[in-house]
C-alpha cells in the first residue's frame, strides 16, 4: 500500500497569495521526498525535493518543509499565480523506487 | 533534451488484441519506468528498468509485458487486456543513483480497452 498520503484533496487560494499543500508519510526509511506537478493532459513535473536528513528547502516561489517529529511534509508557494493551478502530489524515492501520495488539486481564484 | 516522448498519445484496442505502447528518451538516463494511472489517483509503478535490465515488476499481471531493447527506448507490450485496464500510462527516466530523485515523464499514453 501508499505510505505517503494527502490532508485535503482540494485546495483553492486567490491569486497572489501563498498555498500550503500538507502531506503525511508513514515510512521513515525513505531516502528523499519529492513535490511533482501535475497538469491537465500532461506527465507530472518534478518541482522540488529534500533529502530525508534535511529541514527545510528553498526553490524559486516554492519551500518544502518536513517534520520528521511528526512525518509530514509540506510544500509552500508564494504568491500563487494561475499558472500554479494543478494538481500536487508528494512522492517518496526509496531508489529506484519512486511512491507517489493522493495529490491534492489546488485552484486559483482570480 | 529533457523529453521523455511516448507514443501513441491515445490508443482503443479490444480484449483481443496486442499492441505496444513505446517511450524514448535521449537524456542518457539508465532508469526507466513505466506508471499507470487512473483517473483522480496517482501514478502508480508498475516496472523499473535499470541498465535495461528489470529491476523491479510491483505483481504486474502478465497480460503486461515489458521491454527495454537499449537504454533509450522502453515498451510495454499489451495482451487481452480487460475493461478495468483502461488508464493513462507514463513512461518515466531519471539517472541510476540514489542521490538523482528527478524522474522526467512523458505525456502518457491514454488507454482504452473496449
Known amino acids: 500500500g501508499e505510505s505517503v498520503g494527502l490532508h485535503l484533496p482540494t485546495l483553492s487560494v486567490q491569486e497572489g497569495d501563498n498555498s500550503i499543500i500538507n502531506c503525511a508519510y508513514s515510512?521513515?526509511?525513505?531516502?528523499?521526498f519529492i513535490w511533482y506537478k501535475q497538469e491537465s493532459g500532461k506527465g507530472p513535473q518534478f518541482i522540488i525535493d529534500i533529502r530525508s536528513n534535511m529541514d527545510k528547502r528553498q526553490g524559486q516561489r516554492v519551500t518544502v518543509l518536513l517534520n520528521k517529529t511528526v512525518k509530514h511534509l509540506s510544500l509552500q508557494i508564494a504568491a500563487t499565480q494561475p499558472g500554479d493551478s494543478a494538481v500536487y502530489f508528494c512522492a517518496e524515492r526509496r531508489f529506484p523506487k519512486l511512491t507517489f501520495g493522493t495529490g491534492t488539486r489546488l485552484t486559483i481564484i482570480p | 533534451d529533457t523529453e521523455v516522448t511516448q507514443t501513441p498519445k491515445h490508443l482503443v484496442m479490444g480484449m483481443t488484441n496486442k499492441k505496444s505502447l513505446k517511450c524514448e528518451q535521449h537524456?542518457?538516463?539508465?532508469?526507466m519506468y513505466w506508471y499507470k494511472q487512473k483517473a483522480k489517483k496517482p501514478p502508480e509503478l508498475m516496472f523499473v528498468?535499470?541498465?535495461?535490465?528489470?529491476?523491479i515488476n510491483e505483481s504486474v499481471p502478465s497480460r503486461f509485458s515489458p521491454e527495454c531493447p537499449n537504454s533509450s527506448l522502453l515498451n510495454l507490450h499489451l495482451h487481452a487486456l480487460q475493461p478495468e485496464d483502461s488508464a493513462l500510462y507514463l513512461c518515466?527516466?531519471?539517472?541510476?543513483?540514489?542521490?538523482?530523485?528527478?524522474?522526467?515523464f512523458g505525456q502518457g499514453t491514454r488507454l482504452t480497452v473496449v
Open positions: 518515466a527516466s531519471s539517472q541510476e543513483k540514489s542521490g538523482d530523485t528527478e524522474a522526467f
Open positions: 515510512n521513515s526509511a525513505s531516502d528523499y
Open positions: 528498468y535499470s541498465y535495461e535490465k528489470l529491476s
Open positions: 537524456m542518457g538516463h539508465r532508469a
